[in-house]
């Protein structure tokens, strides 16, 4: 006899240029399986579809098929949602412009959802994390390179082919470092994991530091303490540049952030405090209505916000 | 006997701080009635609401009070919809803080929408001029300052209080021009008729001179047209570095610009396209799909927007 009733699930994917993870998460919240493995960069295209197919296909069989509700699939890159494909891809240069989204379809046999990854991180955050209480919010992914995600009523703001939100590239020092994008003094060039990394290396504090070390550095009470606290005084600044044009531009009640710098929360926060307070009337009108915080999720958010993609496509 | 059918219609009110305008507008687009009038700044607050309740009551009076949808009021300024005051009135300092829309409402006996000059304009646009065949649309109206109006799916996105849209006092100068809201470098003091008039003082091509004055300039072939022209194209840099971010965060298929700086189109045009195309991955992946265009309506689409937010309400 069949069971007369099962949890609804979804299968979420985060599939990014180095892991990648898949997990079943029922309609709660709740994770009933997670995958997660290496991303076989070396093996090209087929390896890393592949391995993502049996990814989805292991967790369907346990977990059935009659109760999925749909798999999302989330990736970093421009993506153009409504042709299913990645238009720039730098971590996963081989699965540029290919018909990703149909192609996992046509091998699993039913409906996915391609969203960029940070688009889904924030639908997360939104939906379990720490967007919980808003309809509202932009989420940035504070990492190797800067993402965005923009709720808006709910719903993923996607604009015409699904590439919203990409305010990495968005331009915080006009005549700044040049980036992959094309534009010079993006956001992601100058308030990234990689922009601390590059700034310790250029104050001699160390080749190839990590966003964490130079955290960890920070608070030293010694000379390299006090550069690693004005690389963050800087990284705020220009955060806070990107977030007042935000906050101006959307007038939501909360921007979230995540990411590898979140550990120097405590030695950037208060130059981008300062900084969105000064370059943004909206801001100080709103306040305290008006909040930027730490993301919960870290990098599960993705993976969830993945999985509800099922949901808010009903 | 009273007629059977009379078309419904609504009253559009545009408050500016030099004059005021206001319209019976049937649900087709059609201006029934306009009537315009120098807004009596040196007779203060009383004088001003005064004078727009005498000619809201004028229109309804002819034009019947059964079949009026509603009223709406475009004011310049940072509003705060929910509450119905301005928070911010550079043009109407005697308005700020004051419950406009209540105040109104009460004197009317009806209800009464307050909405921001810029937003108004943005649906104006989307309802009968330019933007008649798309759902999303960003207006920024090039004028005194630098307003900005977000159609989204169809709707004025404001935001937690009402505010969205500033994009006028987005950075686009980083260490640039201070501005009235605390800021620097906002994009209205580096891409509005006000900052030309400026450049024109400081280049000695006269004092005072009007963005209509420096566009015609610009066409003579002499010394004075060649500053005129380097004018424009500075002009042009400003304004497509906040278009560039603007297209990167949103996707949206149009971007409309108005205001007196129109009159110099062909000469801005080309440098503003041009850094788009540079700064904007998102333009150049989505050409020729994403259009930047002249809005059409010029000074009328806020008084047709102010009357349409009667029934986006609805």
């Not at 891809?89 to 960029?116: C, H, M, Q, S």
């Not at 590059?198 to 960890?216: C, F, K, P, T, W």
Request: proline content about 3%; overall charge negative; charged content about 20%.
């Amino acid at each position: 006899m069949m069971p007369v009733y099962m949890a609804d699930y979804s299968i979420g994917v985060d599939l990014g240029g180095t892991n990648f993870r898949a997990a079943a998460i029922d309609r709660g919240g709740k994770v009933l399986e997670g995958i997660s493995g290496a991303t076989n960069f070396a093996g090209g295209r087929e390896a890393v579809l592949g391995d993502i197919v049996e990814a989805i296909e292991a967790l369907r069989g346990r977990h059935g098929r009659q109760t999925l509700a749909g798999i999302g699939v989330g990736v970093a890159g421009f993506i153009r949602i409504r042709e299913g494909f990645i238009a720039n891809a730098n971590n996963l240069p081989y699965l540029e412009n290919f018909p990703v989204r149909d192609e996992l379809a046509r091998r699993l046999g039913t409906k996915v959802i391609l969203e960029n990854d940070a688009n889904a991180a924030a639908l997360g955050e939104k939906w379990v994390g720490a967007g919980k209480s808003v309809d509202d919010l932009v989420l940035l992914t504070l990492g190797t390179g800067v993402g965005g995600g923009i709720i808006s009523g709910g719903k993923i703001l996607r604009g015409a082919v699904g590439m919203a939100g990409e305010i990495g590239h968005t331009t915080v020092v006009p005549g700044g470092n040049p980036c992959g994008c094309g534009n010079q003094g993006c956001l992601e060039k100058h308030a990234s994991a990689t922009s601390v990394s590059a700034m310790a290396g250029m104050m001699h504090l160390g080749v190839d530091m990590s966003a964490r070390a130079v955290a960890e550095m920070a608070r030293l009470d010694s000379e390299e303490g006090q550069k690693a606290r004005v690389i963050w005084r800087v990284f705020g600044e220009s955060l806070g540049a990107a977030l007042a044009t935000l906050v101006n531009i959307f007038n939501f009640p909360l921007y979230l952030l995540s990411g590898g710098v979140l550990p120097a929360w405590e030695f950037f926060a208060p130059a981008m405090l300062e900084t969105v307070a000064r370059r943004s009337f909206t801001y100080r009108a709103t306040q305290p209505d008006t909040r930027i915080a730490p993301a919960t999720l870290g990098n599960e958010a993705g993976l969830y916000g993945a999985a509800y993609l099922s949901w808010l496509e009903e």
